[in-house]
């Protein structure tokens, strides 16, 4: 049986949890992270565009000028995601497979899934109540477009039944 835990900053650790009390024995775990790229992308092409734009050019590394933060962005994002799954295979407490992605997130975690048994995700959406606002834009893709089971976890203690929506007025 293969399980992949998706690991998202503030929600890895119920994933982590859930993981544990429910992969038997002897699973195959992989510890996922995902890191997008749309602000990496944006800051490359917002110091693409400010070259060459009139703006005195200072001279030498020590002004920068030269050295684009989209570069920056992406290093700090994946320390950030290796150090998340080492405290995320810490957590576990047992063998598991830590990969690291980059890409468009909600795609590549259905394409990682794929082949798995089960899938493991959070809610990341609004968490003080029941229903569908639960989950944001990309939990909501990957839920609709898993290729497997999916294990969906709340964070946190879920709110009460108090919380869910009324019904609709024609129901």
């Not at 992949?4 to 982590?16: D, F, S």
């Not at 060459?52 to 050019?57: E, M, N």
């Not at 497979?97 to 990682?112: D, H, S």
């Not at 995700?121 to 089971?149: E, I, Q």
């Amino acid at each position: 049986m293969t399980v992949v835990v998706w690991t998202v900053e503030g929600t890895w650790p119920a994933c982590v949890d859930a993981a544990r009390a429910h992969a038997p024995e002897g699973a195959d775990i992989v510890l996922l992270h995902v890191s997008g790229q749309d602000v990496p992308d944006a800051a490359h092409g917002a110091f693409a565009g400010l070259l060459g734009r009139g703006h005195p050019r200072p001279h030498g590394p020590a002004h920068g000028w030269g050295r684009d933060p989209g570069t920056r962005m992406e290093e700090q994002a994946t320390v950030s995601g290796r150090e998340l799954l080492a405290a995320a295979a810490d957590r576990l407490g047992r063998p598991c497979v830590r990969r690291e992605l980059t890409g468009r997130v909600e795609r590549e975690v259905v394409a990682a899934a794929e082949g798995a048994d089960l899938l493991v995700l959070a809610r990341d959406g609004d968490r003080s109540h029941l229903g569908p606002h639960s989950l944001g834009p990309a939990a909501r893709f990957v839920v609709d477009h898993a290729p497997c089971p999916v294990l969906l976890v709340w964070p946190e203690p879920a709110p009460d039944l108090g919380t869910i929506p009324p019904p609709p007025p024609h129901a």
